[in-house]
């Protein structure tokens, strides 16, 4: 079973058909990676495999998904835009684990100013409605977390994968479809303390996820901390090494 993988399937040709997008540099030895986990039935083979884009609005267009059978598949796709845009970043976050189904889905921003929400967060609330009451909020999240997440956090934990392969599904599709009009529209900064305030605000994001990433200690437990750490800090979150 490879739950996510119609979500690139969708994702990528959209890409290509709505942005002039080019290939983004993945870091050698990133693209794929594998190792068997479990011992004699519990066997089971982890595959991450990594896929990078950009334009020339969007610094840099990633996802690592990863699949490792019934309990365990993952697609976190996460959209960085140029600096000189102030455009929120286009975050997802599809997890499932033993225990369940984990969905982030946002339009994650850089401001919270009311014109900020309104430029960026308005256009979304009717997706986000659309949704929410069939897939309420999911209880429990990090309070040092929030000043990343907009008013159209789509954050829910549903019991059946049905929902996931068709509610969360539409979701998806609806968000990303809509990053893309914002993207559209989007104009270059050029004054200079906003650049400057952009910057930050992407830093400061990109910092705490970095150094928060939840994938932290199960790519460690697959893959080595080596690995682990320049995954993270050289592919995943990247900013600060293109600076
Ligand atoms: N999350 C990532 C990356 C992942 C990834 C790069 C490549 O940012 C996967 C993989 N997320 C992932 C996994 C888990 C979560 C959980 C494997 C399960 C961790 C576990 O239970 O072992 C939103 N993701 C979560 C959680 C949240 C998010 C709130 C619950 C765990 C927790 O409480 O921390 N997405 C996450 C988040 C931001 C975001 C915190 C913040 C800006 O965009």
Redesign the pocket.
């Known amino acids: 079973m490879t739950l996510y993988q119609p979500f690139l399937d969708y994702a990528i040709p959209l890409l290509r058909e709505r942005l002039d997008l080019a290939p983004y540099p993945i870091p050698a030895g990133f693209e794929k990676k594998e190792c068997i986990t479990g011992k004699g039935k519990k066997e089971q083979l982890v595959v991450?495999t990594s896929y990078a884009f950009q334009s020339p609005k969007l610094r840099q267009i990633r996802a690592?998904h990863?699949e490792g059978g019934d309990a365990l598949q993952?697609l976190?796709f996460?959209i960085f835009p140029q600096i000189n845009y102030d455009l929120p970043f286009f975050?997802a976050?599809l997890?499932t684990?033993p225990?369940g189904h984990?969905i982030?889905l946002?339009m994650?921003p850089l401001f919270h100013d009311a014109a900020y929400q309104k430029q960026y967060s308005e256009p979304i609330l009717p997706i986000f409605n659309k949704y929410q009451k069939d897939l309420p909020w999911g209880g429990?999240?990090?309070e040092e977390?929030k000043p990343?997440?907009s008013p159209a956090f789509l954050?829910t934990r549903p019991k059946e994968t049905e929902a996931v392969q068709t509610l969360v599904f539409d979701a998806f599709k609806d968000y990303l479809q809509a990053y893309l009009d914002l993207v559209d529209r989007a104009q270059p900064v050029t004054d200079s303390q906003k650049l400057a305030e952009i910057l930050q605000a992407q830093r400061n994001?990109i910092n705490?996820?970095a150094a928060?990433?939840?994938?932290r200690?199960?790519?460690l437990r697959f893959y080595g901390e080596e690995w682990t750490e320049e995954y993270?800090h050289g592919f995943?979150?990247d900013l600060e090494r293109h600076l």
């Open positions: 991450t690592a990863v993952v976190n996460v975050g976050d997890v684990l225990g984990l982030a946002d994650q429990d999240f990090p977390a990343f997440f954050w994001y705490y996820r928060k990433d939840p994938a200690g199960m790519f993270i995943l979150f």
